[in-house]
Each structure stands twice: as C-alpha cells, then as structure tokens.
C-alpha cells in the first residue's frame, strides 16, 4: 500500500483479518505483525487506531458483540409467531458460525478482557451473554401467551440453548453441519412446546 493512501474502513480490515486468524490458527500465537500481515496493511496502522494490542483485541471484542446483540435482539419481540424453536434457531444463527468460533476461542483465551469490554458495553453483555439474556427475554414473552409452560425455567432454557451454540461453535464451528447441529439440540430443548399459542378458556 502506497504512503498517503487513506484505507477505508481499517478497523473492519483488522477485525477480520483477526478472526479470520483465531479461526484458522487459535488465539494463543496472535500478535500485531500477524494480523496486519493477514489484513495485507503495514504494521503501525494497528497502533495508529488503538493503544496496545490488548486494547485492539478487546475492541474486535466489542465489535462482534455489537453483532451477536443485534442479532438477537429483536428476538422478545417475535412471541407468538411461528415457532418457538424456529424463532430461536433464526436469532441465534445469524450470526456467521467462524465469527461465533473466534469469539469463542477468544473468550475462553483472553477473559481478562472482559473487564475492558463491559466497560463499554454494560455488564452481562460481553459475546454471548447478550444472547442468553435475549432468548430468557424470549421464552418469558412466550410463557405469558401460553406457548411456554408456566412453570418453565426460561433461564435454565436460554442458558442451555447458548450452551449448545458455544460448545458447537467452539467445537466444530466451520464444520458445514454445524448449523443443523445446533437446530437439532434447540428442537430437542423445546420439542414439548407447541407451535401456537393455546386458546384462552
């Protein structure tokens, strides 16, 4: 890249070429001269945008937790339509499984991030918190219209269903069945829940 040349959008340049890294290699061998390498930019362009690379690294953080929380988010809001497994399975897999994987392996490499990520984003929000909180959000709405048992655990569900996208996703996330995996397990989840909401005495 010639000198003076502006580089459109190079947080989103480095953020993928980080995952993209974490995905292919893991996190533990990561440095700045590997990821602007990756990203085909010149070293000091990480540096020119973000303090250190601890600071970088928790800014992809956020980044991608942006992502999965707009995914998820609009999820409460689809109670009483469709079905419930395939609302959550439509919400939950949005988000592209290599971004789910990198995050992942992130996470579990690097939690002394979070920290420096729920400072911007709020606690309990960091990658796929948001998503357990979006689907309890969900299964409450739905326990309300009756197409939820009364007495259902929403927490104790939407922690098992972000349990099964992280242990697939961490697991074998660019495995191409990934995604039916997980539509499986969440179909297992809720198999006793019916489709429509039952009608009201």
Same mark, same amino acid.
């Given at each position: 890249?010639?000198?003076?040349?502006?580089?459109?959008?190079?947080?989103?340049?480095?953020?993928?070429?980080?995952?993209?890294?974490?995905?292919?290699?893991?996190?533990?061998?990561?440095?700045?001269?590997?990821?602007?390498?990756?990203?085909?930019?010149?070293?000091?362009?990480?540096?020119?945008?973000?303090?250190?690379?601890?600071?970088?690294?928790?800014?992809?953080?956020?980044?991608?937790?942006?992502?999965?929380?707009?995914?998820?988010?609009?999820?409460?809001?689809?109670a009483g339509s469709g079905t419930v497994a395939g609302n959550l399975n439509q919400a939950i897999l949005a988000t592209p499984m290599e971004?789910?994987?990198?995050?992942?392996?992130?996470?579990?490499?690097?939690?002394?991030?979070?920290?420096? #990520?729920?400072?911007?984003? =709020?606690?309990?929000? %960091?990658?796929?918190?948001?998503?357990? /909180? @979006? !689907? $309890?959000?969900?299964l409450a709405a739905e326990r309300q219209l009756g197409r939820v048992a009364v007495g259902a655990d929403v927490e104790a569900l939407a922690?098992?269903?972000?349990?099964?996208?992280?242990? #697939?996703?961490?697991?074998? =996330?660019?495995?191409? %069945?990934?995604?039916?995996?997980?539509? /499986? @397990? !969440? $179909?297992?989840?809720?198999?006793?829940?019916?489709?429509?909401?039952?009608?009201?005495?």
């Amino acid at each position: 890249m010639p000198r003076g040349v502006a580089i459109p959008e190079i947080r989103q340049q480095l953020f993928a070429a980080v995952e993209r890294l974490i995905v292919r290699d893991g996190p533990s061998r990561l440095t700045g001269r590997a990821v602007t390498r990756e990203a085909g930019v010149a070293t000091g362009l990480l540096y020119a945008h973000f303090a250190n690379f601890d600071d970088f690294l928790a800014g992809y953080w956020i980044d991608r937790s942006f992502v999965v929380s707009g995914e998820v988010a609009g999820l409460p809001e689809r109670a009483g339509s469709g079905t419930v497994a395939g609302n959550l399975n439509q919400a939950i897999l949005a988000t592209p499984m290599e971004t789910l994987l990198a995050l992942a392996r992130l996470m579990a490499f690097r939690p002394d991030l979070v920290t420096q #990520v729920e400072t911007v984003l =709020g606690g309990g929000t %960091a990658g796929l918190q948001a998503v357990e /909180r @979006a !689907v $309890a959000g969900y299964l409450a709405a739905e326990r309300q219209l009756g197409r939820v048992a009364v007495g259902a655990d929403v927490e104790a569900l939407a922690l098992a269903v972000v349990g099964v996208l992280h242990h #697939v996703a961490l697991m074998g =996330g660019t495995d191409p %069945a990934a995604p039916l995996r997980i539509q /499986r @397990a !969440v $179909a297992a989840l809720t198999g006793d829940l019916p489709a429509i909401a039952a009608p009201k005495a």
